[in-house]
């Protein structure tokens, strides 16, 4: 049974840091593509940030790139999302996801999903 298990958010203030983490289990986890989403109030879930099993190849959304970095622990079965100065925009929930094949665009569809974690940025 593949689980994903999101960690790190909570409320911090704009300009401020927070590092998500991921714990995957119940699949290879080295082999497996893994991304972040977001959602925030009232609208759509949009792609974040995604990359590779070996991490080499990453992919982020174009709001996000400058501030957000994407980082994984193939031995600890963990993804990371560093987030740094943060805005309230950033406000929403923030989902872990993983994908079985490829990483090729932020349209890529996922096979399994955590539970989310809220992240909130107040001005």
């Known amino acids: 049974q593949v689980q994903l298990v999101e960690s790190g958010g909570g409320l911090v203030q704009a300009t401020g840091s927070l590092r998500l983490s991921c714990a995957a289990s119940?699949?290879?986890?080295?082999?497996?593509?893994m991304g972040w989403f977001r959602q925030a109030p009232g609208k759509e879930r949009e792609f974040v940030a995604a990359l590779n099993g070996n991490g080499e190849a990453t992919l982020y959304s174009n709001s996000v790139k400058a501030r957000l970095t994407i980082s994984r622990d193939n031995a600890k079965n963990t993804v990371y999302l560093q987030m740094d100065n943060l805005t309230p925009e950033d406000t929403a929930v923030y989902y872990c996801a993983a994908r079985k094949g490829f990483l090729f665009s932020p349209n890529d569809e996922y096979d399994y999903w955590g539970q989310g974690t809220q992240v909130t940025v107040s001005s």
């Open positions: 119940g699949l290879t986890f080295s082999v497996i593509t």
